[in-house]
């Protein structure tokens, strides 16, 4: 099990990182809107890890700010048409990376 009530079963710093040529990932394209609110808090753990590294790299004496839960959950809710891909190690399921596209659209009033 991967994730329980919105929160990651395990930690994102153990997640190997995938590799450029995927090896050791899969690529899964989540079919249904409710397939990317089950992964959200897997999600925004990612973006937190995701932050922590970058800073890290530069030496920065602030972690930059990760996309937040509410951010997240807004796109998936809101945007039409969604869909995406995950990336997945292959072994346990752990989410690698995420990337969701939807059209853009300006409305005026």
């Known amino acids: 099990e991967t994730a329980v009530k919105g929160k990651a079963c395990y930690e ?8 450029s040529d995927l090896e050791g990932s899969v690529v899964i ?7 990317w609110v089950t992964c959200l808090g897997e999600m925004a753990g990612l973006c ?6 970058r800073g890290e790299k530069l030496s920065l004496e ?5 996309l937040s839960l509410a951010y997240l959950a807004d796109r998936i809710d809101i945007d039409d048409p969604l869909w995406g891909y995950q990336v ?4 346990k399921g752990h989410l690698q990376g995420f990337v969701t596209v939807t059209a853009f ?5």
């Open 105 to 109: 659209t300006t409305r005026t009033l």
């Open 29 to 35: 394209r989540p079919a249904k809107r409710p397939d």
């Open 62 to 66: 602030q972690t930059p700010a990760p």
């Open 48 to 53: 937190e890890e995701a932050s922590r590294q």
């Open 12 to 19: 994102f710093c153990n997640v190997p990182s995938c590799q």
């Open 88 to 91: 997945r190690s292959s072994t």
